[in-house]
């Protein structure tokens, strides 16, 4: 089968859905048809599966989420090569969102993150960048409205069946099949369930699937929207020029941190061709220490905020809202199960943490790559026992966990920057051994044709870990111990931060040549040169995991 051309996939109708009663079920129900949803949908479609998409929306729509890791772009390889939809594979670059996509979408060269305290310009000395690899490749800062709608018209041109602005009002989970009922009276039947709705999940929400309370520690409220006229934060700052990252701020994503708080900025026009002057801002802050302000409107109670910082207050100066403010409660949720008989609760409709680490879309494409398999032999097979899923659970429920680990952490580090610049070291060592694991699994199916190398990254001992080793792990887990001694009191910030820098000098793993074991390298840049370096490195080192995550290929193996 011929992979679909999605030159023109606005010029795309959506097909109507074949209710219950005309034709065989479909193999696969999925609700939802945001990236989740469309890229589960692409590849079962475009396998031979016949495959239902409903929506209670419809494309094009507004959608935050616009980040992506280097892990994101490798897993969106990963899964392109795998299941061959080189759709989703376009997605994986700047330039090929470009062009396959359009020119709305925003260049990300880096993380960026600087310190703020109230009253005060930002100590250039308490900012931290990680540069995504060259060799990676310069992600995007998607458009969603674009992006999505330019997914669910490939899934489409596959195959899939679709139903826009389609209300479920029921579903009916049996032993031999599931039934979707929407509120116009339609009823579709199919062999499994996929729900990647949201927050709103209609298959949480009947089955009481949603823990209450949640189980996560992280807690933050959002207010944000999109704006037109952010000028660049580079040009707002005096700061020596030793003291500048190797790239500009605003050619990535901007993290400005406080106390229980961050705000993000995505420009979306940041390179020359850009076509969209919009900019996506938003604030996370922990309710806990900074309660709504009822009293204020959430556009009010953003600039209070704002107006803390002196250089943030220059750098939104001017800057004009172009859609609603969205004002939030508490974000975080969890659910106590995500897989059952013929069901899976997929992704953000499983539980949702915060857009800190960019961790959303990464985490949707492990689901995404270790359920399609899973998913394809038991809908051969006809088999659709929990237990063949259970890996697919664990995974789930893994990636929520370490996240809001790793996030709560951060929460607590973000009044300290010597201990939040331990948080950053832990994060972005493992966003980059995390990425060329799965690299290397590429370049290995590539070279034999054989998945099993693929299927070999589900991990039994630590589902979720983005560096699934034993001594991350450790260390790991050390700095979330700390951490929490810190918040209840036990130990103060200098010490938990000295604790931590003498861990991690000592950790022979933690990839040198970059420079996350010097205090003193705030600006990591994985340069040819120097991965080159890391992998020369690699080669000897005495953990035989390291030197495969490290590796290009399988010829490089002892």
Partial sequence: MKPADPADPAGTPAAAGTPAGTAEPYDVIIVGTGLSGTMLGSILARHGFRTLLLDGAQHPRFAIGESTIGQTLALLRLIAQRYDVPEIGYLASFPDTVKHVGSSHGQKTNFGFQ??????????????????????????????????????????RYGCDARQNFRVERLDLRKDGVSVA????????????????????????????????????????????HFIGVQPYDDHIDVPAGERPPVRWNDGTMHHIFDRGWMWVIPFDNHENATNQLCSVGIQIDPRT???????????????????????????????????????????????????DRWCLMSHAAGFLDPLFSRGLANTCEIINTLSWRLMDALR????????????????????????????????????????????????????????????????TVATGDDAHCRALDDDRYPGLWCPTDFYHELFTELVEVCEQVEAGRIGSEEAAQRMQRRIRESDWMLPALGFTDPATRFIDPTPAKMREVGEW?????????????AIGHRELD
């Fill in 115 to 156: 310190i703020h305290q109230d009253g005060r310009e930002p100590d250039p000395s308490q900012s931290n960048q990680l540069r995504i690899p060259e060799v990676i490749g310069y992600a995007a800062h998607y458009f969603r409205q674009d992006t999505d709608a330019y997914m669910f018209h490939t899934a489409v």
């Fill in 182 to 225: 929407g509120a116009d009276g339609t009823v579709y039947e199919g062999r499994y369930l996929v729900d990647a709705s949201g927050f709103r999940s209609p298959l949480a929400h009947q089955e009481g699937l949603r823990e209450v309370p949640t189980r996560l520690k992280h807690q933050a409220r959002s207010i944000f929207t």
């Fill in 381 to 444: 097979e006809d088999d659709f026992s929990p237990g063949r899923f259970e890996y697919v659970e664990r995974l789930e429920q893994g990636l929520l966990d370490y996240n809001d680990k790793l996030v709560n952490s951060s929460f607590i580090a973000f009044a300290d920057h010597r201990l939040w610049d331990c948080v950053f070291r832990l994060w972005g060592s493992a966003s980059i051994l995390g990425g060329r694991r799965l690299a290397t699994a590429i370049a290995r």
């Fill in 290 to 340: 900074y309660p709504e302000r009822s009293d204020l409107t959430p556009e009010e109670e953003f600039w209070l905020h704002v107006r803390r910082f002196p250089a943030v207050e220059r750098h939104l100066a001017g800057a004009r809202p172009v859609r609603e403010w969205v004002r939030t409660g508490r974000m975080q949720y969890s659910s106590s199960r995500t897989v059952g």
């Fill in 538 to 550: 690699a080669r000897n080192h005495a953990s035989r995991e390291l030197r495969e995550y490290l």
